[in-house]
């Protein structure tokens, strides 16, 4: 799995990889290239504009990929994430955001709005 062009350490923007895919149309590395996007940008996004190691790490091994139960991977994430947010709270530095699987925390935001306000939900609450 190569680009061509580029150093064994050089850093790689999803950008870059998703140039790739539409260029390889039949090459079975976009697959891979895949992967470490949606890695990367969707289910654990990070605050890093290149794709780290363990993208690359995951997208070299397809069966790796399907051993992975990525509803676990993705609640634990959010689980982590909603911890460190609400510690923050309590402490002087407020925290105002929640890096997570960002389809989850859309959906999430959306079903929240949606409660009716008789069951004691705030809808305008952020959970």
């Not at 890093?48 to 997208?59: E, T």
Request: charged fraction near 20%; glycine fraction near 2%.
């Amino acid at each position: 799995m190569t680009l061509e062009g580029l150093q064994p350490n050089a850093k790689i923007s999803p950008l870059r990889l998703i140039w790739e895919i539409r260029e390889r149309k039949d090459d079975p590395n976009a697959v891979r290239f895949f992967i470490m996007v949606m890695r990367n940008k969707l289910f654990l996004p990070t605050t890093n504009f290149y794709i780290m190691q363990k993208d690359a790490y995951l997208g070299n091994d397809l069966a790796r990929v399907a051993r992975i139960d990525w509803s676990k991977v993705v609640f634990d994430s959010i689980r982590a994430v909603a911890f460190v947010w609400h510690e923050n709270d309590q402490m002087s530095k407020h925290q105002t955001y929640i890096t997570a699987c960002t389809p989850f925390l859309v959906l999430l935001y959306v079903d929240n709005m949606h409660h009716p306000q008789d069951n004691g939900v705030d809808p305008m609450h952020i959970p």
